[in-house]
């Protein structure tokens, strides 16, 4: 249903569809189901997903205005996908699926655990992220020098080549 919604939104928004936009619509589903999967029903499913196809293209927007260096849209898809899909779990959460109700059986405040959970996982990504790149910045660091950005990774960093440039 991600995959879908993507692809109409994009055709919407762009005039065309897109193969790379499909199985990025289609990635962002599979990530904002996974932590509903053990707990909500199909319809819910097809719910979280079509959701997921429409905030995760949302995002890929948001960090193209925002001039942000994410090439494979990692934060757009993962982050915000994982991010939607834990918080639904909340809002669509079936006893009879996975023990726990959601928001729609009438119990609340299992989205404000799962916000909870969120926010911590937030935190503690952001606090590990920050203490492993001070960590490789110290040792290795974290940019190439401008000469060697210039002659292309593959070559400085690697010693192969990509692609012939003729």
């Known amino acids: ?17 897109s ?3 499909a199985v990025a619509g289609g990635v962002a589903g599979l990530v904002a189901i996974t932590p509903a999967s053990g707990y909500v029903d199909a319809s819910s499913a097809i719910i979280i997903g079509a ?16 001039k942000v260096d994410d090439a494979l ?27 726990v ?3 729609v059986e009438g119990n609340g405040s299992q989205v404000l655990k799962q916000l909870v959970a969120v926010g911590s996982t937030w935190i503690y990504s952001g606090v590990a992220t920050f203490i492993i790149l001070k ?7 974290l940019r190439v020098g401008e000469a060697e ?11 192969e ?3 012939q440039v003729e």
Do not use: N
């Open 161 to 163: 080549v990509a692609w």
């Open 101 to 103: 109700s959601g928001l």
């Open 1 to 17: 249903m991600a995959a879908l919604t993507w692809v109409t939104v994009s055709w919407l928004h762009k005039g065309t569809p």
């Open 135 to 141: 960590v490789v910045d110290r040792f290795v660091g």
């Open 73 to 99: 849209d990692v934060w757009a898809v993962h982050g915000v996908g994982g991010t939607l899909g834990a918080i639904l779990t909340g809002v669509f959460a079936v006893a009879a699926v996975g023990g």
């Open 19 to 21: 193969v790379v936009g």
């Open 51 to 66: 959701l997921a196809g429409l905030t995760c293209y949302g995002a890929i927007l948001l960090r193209e205005r925002l």
């Open 149 to 159: 950005e210039e002659a292309g990774l593959d070559s400085s960093q690697h010693g």
